[in-house]
């Protein structure tokens, strides 16, 4: 398997190697690598006599020298995904991969999400939980999780002082905390996470 992924949705891309890869796998730095160092990488075993590796190649569009020759290698028995933050396409690194038929992938970057329509999901689930993932289960394939969850913050914090700290609005804020740290460390899909989290709130 070989693999060039691209773009500036650096979460997006991250899941997916993890998804690709699993939770452990060689990483190399392209700006770093000669091109001696591509038969081993493309054709070795791993230190421990593994056949099959499962290989993340960092930036080698910053080393043209070894970028352009990377298209030698697509036939690697190996699991590998080069990621490039930016990708030239002018280059004849790309150029060859493109060519030579390489599997390319975009990560293009997530919308912003809408002040006005974190808004309404969040007094919606005050009502309807079931509705309200419904509303952001339209908009998640194109929004960032993160981005929307700092949003949802912000409106919750207005709804606390509107309030006058009433206690349901801070218990809200409790679990909102809780879900900042489950967002950072957990394993489950952020969005997962957002719409268990506005099932919950009616009954809060």
């Keep these: 398997m070989f693999k060039v992924f691209y773009g500036p949705n650096r979460l997006e891309a991250e899941k997916v190697i993890k998804q690709t890869l699993g939770d452990s796998y060689e990483v190399f730095e392209g700006e770093k690598l000669e091109l001696a160092d591509l038969p081993s990488i493309f054709r070795g075993t791993s230190l421990f006599g593994e056949e ?3 290989i993340l190649l960092k930036d080698l569009g910053e080393n043209p020298a070894v970028w352009e020759k990377v298209v030698d290698y697509l036939d690697t028995s190996h699991e ?16 060859g991969l493109k060519d030579a038929g390489a599997d390319l992938v975009e990560f293009a970057e997530t919308k912003k999400p ?23 289960e339209q908009i998640e394939s194109e929004q960032d999780p993160y981005m929307f969850f700092g949003l949802l913050v912000t409106q919750m914090l207005k709804k606390y002082e509107a309030s006058g700290a009433a206690a349901r609005e801070r218990r809200i804020l ?14 489950i899909e952020p969005w997962n996470l957002v719409k268990s989290f506005l099932l919950r709130v009616k009954e809060m």
């Design 52 to 54: 099959k590796r499962q």
């Design 114 to 136: 809408d002040f006005n329509l974190v808004f309404n999901i969040l007094n919606t689930a005050f009502r309807d939980g079931v509705q309200a993932v419904k509303m952001s």
């Design 80 to 95: 590998v995904i080069i990621w490039e933050m930016k990708l030239d396409k002018r280059s004849s690194g790309y150029k």
């Design 174 to 187: 409790k679990e909102l905390a809780t879900l900042d740290i489950q967002m950072k460390s957990s394993s």
